[in-house]
């Protein structure tokens, strides 16, 4: 059963680390650490992902800046209470790590796959210049119950797709993790620079769960 649960959520990252270990938490003696990696897309810009790593798996005391690695996890959420109300983090959950010499022009190095529930409407715009968006929040279940909550963005015809999707949709998505710098307003006089992370979805199915049943 978890191995099932574990093949819903898969990441593979693929680029440069770019920040010091920053301490995170400790379960059962085990420390976890979170570490910056920029990875190129096709264009000239970046995206920074945050990655949160065990102890176990790299020597965090050291300065891996600079260093290439490949990452393969999970994207995960939880949520922190500020300002408030709470504030969705998400970071790549690293299963394992990999130091590599360079990351190849064609290697794919950023991808995502996610098998999970639609839990909010779906919002389709329109952007000025009539390119189509819609926004999804994709429910993600993990292990004893928890659930990881994705922000995804559909271009498009797969936005034109998605926005039909009703509350409790069953779906399939393939895309990058991207990440997304704005500015907060905090108070009349005051905003600050923060950065939100989403998949940037490339493919989108509709899962039959009739089918799923019938097959079993």
């Keep these: 059963m978890t191995d099932k649960v574990m093949e819903n959520n898969q990441v593979v990252i693929m680029g440069t680390i ?3 270990f920053k301490y995170s938490h400790e379960i059962f ?3 976890f ?3 910056d990696v920029q990875v190129q ?3 000239d810009s970046c995206d920074i992902i945050p990655i949160m790593i ?3 798996l790299m020597d965090t005391a050291q300065d891996f800046k600079g260093a290439m690695v490949m990452v393969t996890g999970q994207f995960r959420s939880y949520n922190r209470h500020e300002e408030k109300k709470n ?4 970071s790549v959950f690293a299963r394992e790590v990999e130091l590599v010499e360079e990351v190849e022009e064609s290697a794919k190095s950023n991808q995502i796959y996610l098998d999970g ?3 909010k409407e779906p919002i389709y715009r329109k952007t000025p210049l009539g390119r189509e968006i819609a926004d999804l929040l994709i429910a993600v279940n993990r292990p004893y119950g928890k659930s990881d909550y994705i922000p995804c963005i559909c271009w498009g015809r797969n936005a034109r797709f998605a926005s039909s999707f009703e509350v409790g949709t069953r779906c399939m998505v393939w895309g990058r993790i991207q990440s997304r710098e704005y500015m907060k307003k905090l108070s009349e006089d005051y905003a600050e620079k923060r950065v939100a992370y989403e998949v940037s979805v490339n493919k989108l199915e509709l899962v039959d769960e009739e089918m799923i049943s019938y097959v079993q």
Excluded at 87 to 90: A, G, K, W
């Design 29 to 31: 003696g085990e420390g």
């Design 33 to 35: 650490y979170m570490v």
């Design 41 to 43: 897309r096709l264009s």
């Design 87 to 90: 504030r969705l983090i998400l």
């Design 18 to 20: 770019v920040s010091e």
């Design 54 to 56: 065990s102890e176990r």
């Design 117 to 119: 529930f639609i839990c």
